[in-house]
Nanobody
Framework: QAQVEESGGGLVQAGGSLRLSCTTS????????MAWFRQAPGKEREGVSA?????????YYANSVAGRFTISRDNAKNTLYLQMNNLKPEDTAMYYC?????????????????WGQGTQVTVSS
């Protein structure tokens, strides 16, 4: 049974930084596209960023985070990262890590099979 677990969320002031981590077990990490989604209260889930299987350079970023967030993966450690800089109050949400075997130009939650429970990110103004 594949498992996905996020960590690294917390409370930070606007302009600050956080690094989220995601570890997996029960799946061959390097064979999966990995993604970060987020969901704020009362809003739909939003795709934030993704990185293709086996790759460290094929990535996707939502317009809202491009230039501020950086996704990376360490296949040897089965770990995905999301470095978040210059955080804004509108980045406040539960952040979810997901693994899937489909790669598109847009980030669709239906393409991802395995999900973590989420880690809360709160940015104060």
């Amino acid at each position: 049974q594949a498992q996905v677990e996020e960590s690294g969320g917390g409370l930070v002031q606007a302009g600050g930084s956080l690094r989220l981590s995601c570890t997996t077990s029960g799946l061959t990490f390097g064979d999966y596209a990995m993604a970060w989604f987020r969901q704020a209260p009362g809003k739909e889930r939003e795709g934030v960023s993704a990185i293709k299987w086996g790759s460290t350079t094929t990535t996707y970023y939502a317009n809202s985070v491009a230039g501020r967030f950086t996704i990376s993966r360490d296949n040897a450690k089965n770990t995905l990262y999301l470095q978040m800089n210059n955080l804004k109050p509108e980045d406040t949400a539960m952040y979810y890590c997901a693994a899937g075997r489909v790669w598109r130009e847009l980030l669709w939650s239906d393409d991802y099979n395995y999900w973590g429970q989420g880690t809360q990110v709160t940015v104060s103004s």
